[in-house]
């Protein structure tokens, strides 16, 4: 089980020591964890993956983004079509796409990304862009019948972790922490997510 902990702004190098496998710095100027566009991505330890997530934004600016601050993945979390994925793969980029998920969600719409997406990211559907801190119900991932594995997204707290480990899909690559784990946005509670992520290594 991979962890992924998301909208770090503040406390990056206090939370890469705790060795997560990704780590994700949002370049979306509406989010409260926004880290700003000049902002250089601080030294982590080299084996933790750095993802830049990003919304709507153009190709040039994110593979101006991404070669900054040398970045692993670009997370695209908005209504990115399937051809803007194409020409960010074709430029050697690799993808995760969100999806935001409810009841009605149809994992149909998805299949024109598999050719350009080392992962997908199932979220839940709210007005935000990620970071809401509210689950989907997770049932809904058994119509997923895809080869690309996924990261589960939406509201984990360290309260889920019965709930995890009686969860099984065999694309489920990890989970995305954020908004559970805060003391405010984009600063970590680096305590809680010690003994969240030690449980976590045991499954």
């Known amino acids: 089980m991979k962890i992924k902990i998301c909208g770090m ?17 949002i370049f979306y100027p509406h989010s409260p964890r926004f880290i700003g566009f000049d902002f250089s991505i601080p ?3 080299k084996e933790i993956l750095k993802i830049g997530v990003f919304v709507n934004e153009s190709e040039k600016f994110v593979l101006e983004i991404q070669k900054k601050n040398k970045l692993d993945f670009i997370q695209l979390h908005g209504s990115e079509s399937p051809f803007y994925c194409e020409k960010l793969f074709k430029k050697g980029l690799k993808l995760i796409k969100s999806f935001r998920i409810d009841n009605f969600f149809s994992f149909q719409k ?11 990211l199932f979220d839940s559907n709210t007005i935000f862009y990620g970071g809401s801190g509210q689950k989907f119900c ?7 019948t895809f080869k690309v594995p996924f990261f589960l997204s939406g509201g984990i707290g360290a309260q889920d972790f019965d709930k995890i480990q009686n969860f099984y899909h065999s694309k489920m690559f990890g989970i995305d922490l954020n908004s559970k ?14 003994s969240f992520i030690k449980k976590i290594r045991k499954l």
């Open 9 to 25: 702004k503040f406390n990056i190098q206090k939370i890469s020591n705790l060795l997560p496998d990704f780590i994700g710095f």
């Open 43 to 45: 030294r982590i330890k």
């Open 110 to 120: 998805i299949i024109d990304y598999i050719p350009f997406c080392i992962y997908f």
């Open 138 to 144: 997770w049932k809904k991932l058994h119509e997923y």
């Open 181 to 194: 784990f805060e003391i405010f946005p984009g600063y970590k509670d680096d305590i809680q997510l010690n």
